[in-house]
T-cell receptor
Framework: DAGVTQSPTHLIKTRGQHVTLRCSPI?????VSWYQQVLGQGPQFIFQ???????GRGNFPDRFSARQFPNYSSELNVNALLLGDSALYLC????????????FGPGTRLTVL | GEDVEQSLFLSVREGDSSVINCTYT??????LYWYKQEPGAGLQLLTY?????DMKQDQRLTVLLNKKDKHLSLRIADTQTGDSAIYFC?????????????FGAGTRLAVHP
């Protein structure tokens, strides 16, 4: 079975632009969470979606938004990019909300110039 | 408050045991996790322990939990060069169908011959 997949692998944008990152969870998993990992730090929770509804949100500005589709894949959108948004964006998949095990994808490396 | 702290760096000789330590603050967390991240990759779930357990062993990995002191450790027996990576301690999820994990900054393990 395929694990969590994310696209694109790498992305370069300039300040003020908009970006969309994509995640496909493990087959059968209905919950997707997004994390931001700035270089040299641990991942920070951005969003959780379960059954297409937002179930939790971390301390991130409204420039960050996400949605989950009927097939449980998810998109993370970031508007008005800042240099500080440069990071590895990780998607985690789990069977449901509040599950013990979450499995992470390889991440999308976003560089904002 | 929510905070997870780890020492930043550990160097061991190949064949020795490695012990990575972590302290956490949220006593409501149900599980405590260890994830491994290799360069340029996502997070790999290594093991986890329920918060009412003291110890869990899984092949070369031993997790010890001191709930009174909110101290978690990961022991890797017979450390190999392939174990060189960043190890993240994480606490969560807080319950209620919420998947949020809180990560430490990571401990970089360097294994030398």
């Amino acid at each position: 079975d395929a694990g969590v997949t994310q696209s694109p692998t790498h992305l370069i944008k300039t300040r003020g632009q908009h970006v969309t990152l994509r995640c496909s969870p493990i087959s059968g998993h209905k919950s997707v969470s997004w994390y931001q990992q700035v270089l040299g730090q641990g991942p920070q929770f951005i969003f959780q979606y379960y059954e297409k509804e937002e179930r939790g949100r971390g301390n991130f500005p409204d420039r960050f938004s996400a949605r989950q589709f009927p097939n449980y894949s998810s998109e993370l959108n970031v508007n008005a990019l800042l240099l500080g948004d440069s990071a590895l964006y990780l998607c985690a998949s789990s069977l449901a909300g509040g599950e013990t095990e979450q499995f992470f994808g390889p991440g999308t490396r976003l560089t904002v110039l | 408050g929510e905070d997870v702290e780890q020492s930043l760096f550990l160097s061991v000789r190949e064949g020795d045991s490695s012990v990575i330590n972590c302290t956490y603050t949220d006593s409501s967390s149900t599980y405590l996790y260890w994830y491994k991240q290799e360069p340029g990759a996502g997070l790999q779930l290594l093991t986890y322990i329920f918060s009412n357990m003291d110890m869990k062993q899984d092949q070369r990995l031993t997790v010890l939990l001191n709930k009174k002191d909110k101290h978690l450790s990961l022991r890797i027996a017979d450390t190999q060069t392939g174990d060189s990576a960043i190890y993240f301690c994480a606490e969560g999820p807080p319950g209620g169908g919420y998947n949020k994990l809180i990560f430490g900054a990571g401990t970089r393990l360097a294994v030398h011959p």
